[in-house]
């Protein structure tokens, strides 16, 4: 069944109508079967719509802040280096996992899940007590949560304050109707929602700013600098870098350097550490920085991790040491590498070097010790030739002849 | 915002007739202020309204991540145009335009589409409950999921005119601002969005 003014209904109100029209709608509407079913399926269809309002939670309010200020925030505050550190915290930061149990602890409140971070776009809204973050970098403690960071660092949500407490630094305080706090880790951000705007707090190497309402930035020093692991985003780009230097450092040893020494000092693993040391090592060296290159394949070595690099690592310490001059802590370092790696693929490279070191300083009894049972490989029958040119040449000036 | 609908029940069931309020003469009126207008400002003032608005377009099927993310992709977008808004049209509507637009490009994933639509069938739940009588709640929750997979089979660009018009009560001309289209073709729009709805609502009746 079908009516002609029902085109005039879905149409309503057209432009230039007129009230005549409107009337005559109306009338025809509510005498008309059709129409009439019309009107009240988009009546009822709109009333149950408007009906449906989805309400914003106050925490999801202040996340969403916090994300959107951090894809926003230029450099309005000021400090170069906190806002490059805001940023990094977004790309690398896992606040979660403190450095030993004692320095982590929630009471009076629930912290959830405290290992372990959410992709960016699993926002968790449900009524935790504590929301753990990656995309904004952040921890949420409900209120009446005291959230401590070492024994002596804490951050305390309590019937609507903040308050902010760093080692060695004076209290802080900022008021928070809503009980929700944003807490980040070094170089990170926080956000609390005030009767009539966001205060900030951020903390960047030790110092903590709070910009409460008023506009007044406070800027404290706290002794404590956090170190947390990174996520495994930055495991990826960490490992970018490595390569990145890696490939560059024969062409450009200083930024090879530069790159690894920026992976270093964030949170490498040990493995990511043992990678920077040697391409900082390899770096020294190809800029004929000799002593910074030996101390470098020294710290490789004596890496738990460097296991696998450290019979190498010796032997171009040596190498580095006797471009440096200094023949004896050489020595040392290959009577390290022999003590540690006696049959390492390495040992006949070992023995050369060990024979051209003693050959250097006259030792030449003790250098042919040195080659008895030694493989025979070039570098070794190079290192032999050397002793036996050295042992003629000094015969020949003893006996007087040229 | 004051909820405005085109079609609004007047007394018992059958005696439905036209609200008078359907905005057609109403006059936006031009941002006076538009200095002192920042980010933080209008997040704080507006942000409930994005909310709602995005929430609203994306349906019921969306998630509270999704609507999140684009709130945040809509506030992103408001720190870029800042420097360029003139004042010329209220800053809501500008901002719905925003928020439209954004929800538009959220939508124009075909995949995306597809996975609201099968949430939202599988969806049980999709009114909180308000009544108290269990039967009652339950009736309105399975009356909102048909008007929702009715305005599914509606393309996007004339199920938001639909809303914007019906639910939030905008009017043509403001969505025309907002959308950056003709109020002409607000007009057709709606028309078409009305008459698809209509037809999609009536099948479902059928199917009960």
């Known amino acids: 069944m079908t009516c002609p003014m029902r085109d005039d209904l879905y149409r309503y109100p057209w432009p230039g109508i007129t009230d005549e029209e409107r009337r005559s709608l109306r009338q025809h509407t509510s005498g008309c079967e059709v129409c009439r079913a019309t009107a009240v399926r988009l009546g009822d269809a709109s009333e149950l719509l408007a009906a449906d309002r989805a309400e914003l939670a106050p925490a999801r309010r202040v996340a969403l802040w916090s994300a959107i200020e951090a894809e926003t925030s230029g450099p309005r505050w000021g400090w170069p280096a906190l806002v490059f550190g805001v940023a990094l915290a977004v790309a690398l930061l896992v606040v979660v996992r403190a450095p030993s149990e004692d320095a982590f602890v929630v009471t009076g409140g629930e912290l959830v899940e405290p290992s372990r971070s959410l992709v960016s776009g699993e926002r968790r809204t449900a009524a935790t007590n ?43 305080d900022v008021e928070i109707p809503v009980a929700h706090v944003a807490f980040l880790g070094d170089g990170a951000a926080a956000t609390v929602d005030v009767d009539d705007g966001f205060a900030r707090v951020e903390v960047h190497r030790g110092h903590a700013r709070v910009t409460p309402r008023d506009g007044t930035p406070q800027s404290v020093e706290a002794k404590q600098r956090w170190t947390h692991p990174p996520p495994e985003e930055a495991r990826k780009r960490h490992r970018a870098q490595l390569d990145r230097a890696r490939s560059i450092v024969a062409d450009d040893a200083p930024a090879a350097q530069k790159i690894a020494q920026a992976v270093l000092e964030r949170d490498a693993d040990d493995a990511e550490a043992v990678d920077a040391l040697a391409l900082i090592a390899d770096a020294y060296r190809r800029s004929g920085e000799h002593r910074s290159a030996a101390d470098y394949y020294a710290q490789v070595a004596a890496h738990p991790a460097g296991r696998g690099y450290a019979e190498e690592a010796l032997l171009r310490r040596a190498k580095m040491l006797r471009a440096d001059g200094d023949d004896e802590a050489a020595l040392a370092a290959l009577e390290e590498a022999a003590r540690r790696f006696a049959d390492g693929p390495l040992a006949p490279e070992r023995v050369a070097l060990t024979v051209h070191t003693l050959t250097a300083v006259g030792r030449f009894d003790e250098a042919a010790r040195r080659l008895e049972g030694a493989a025979d490989t070039p570098a070794v029958r190079a290192a ?18 040229p | 915002m004051v909820v405005t609908r ?9 005696g439905y007739v036209f609200a008078s309020a359907l905005g057609e003469s109403d006059t936006p009126r031009a941002a006076s202020a538009r200095d002192g207008l920042t980010l933080e400002k209008l997040f704080r003032d507006h942000v409930d309204d994005v909310h709602r608005i995005v929430a609203r377009l994306l349906g019921p099927a969306a998630s509270d991540s999704d609507i999140d993310d684009v709130v945040q992709q809509v506030f992103v977008a408001v720190h870029s145009a800042l420097p360029r808004f003139r004042g010329d049209s209220k800053v809501t509507t500008w901002l ?5 637009r954004t929800v538009l490009g959220h939508l124009r994933s075909g995949r995306r589409h597809r996975r609201m639509v099968e949430t939202l069938e599988a969806m049980t739940q999709v009114l909180p409950a ?3 009588h269990p039967e009652a709640q339950a009736e309105r929750r399975e009356a909102l999921q048909r008007v929702w997979r009715a305005l599914m089979q509606i393309k996007p660009k004339k199920r938001v005119v639909f809303l914007l018009y019906q639910v939030e009560g905008l009017s043509g001309r403001e969505i025309a601002e907002a959308l950056d289209v003709r109020p002409a073709t607000v007009h057709t729009r ?10 999609a609502l009536a099948r479902e009746e059928t199917q009960r």
């Open chain 1, 130 to 172: 504590v929301r753990i973050e990656r995309a904004a970098a952040k921890l949420q403690l409900a209120e009446g949560t005291v959230f401590t960071l070492t024994p002596r660092d804490f951050v305390r949500v309590e019937r609507g304050r903040l308050d902010l407490e760093l080692e060695g630094a004076e209290k802080l």
């Open chain 1, 384 to 401: 032999r030739d050397e002793l036996e040119n050295a042992r003629r040449m000094k015969n020949s000036k003893g006996s007087g002849h």
């Open chain 2, 6 to 14: 085109a079609f609004v029940a007047a007394g018992a069931r059958g």
């Open chain 2, 96 to 100: 719905y335009g925003i928020a439209t």
């Open chain 2, 130 to 132: 308000e009544t108290a």
């Open chain 2, 190 to 199: 709606l028309y078409h969005a009305r008459r698809e709805l209509d037809a």
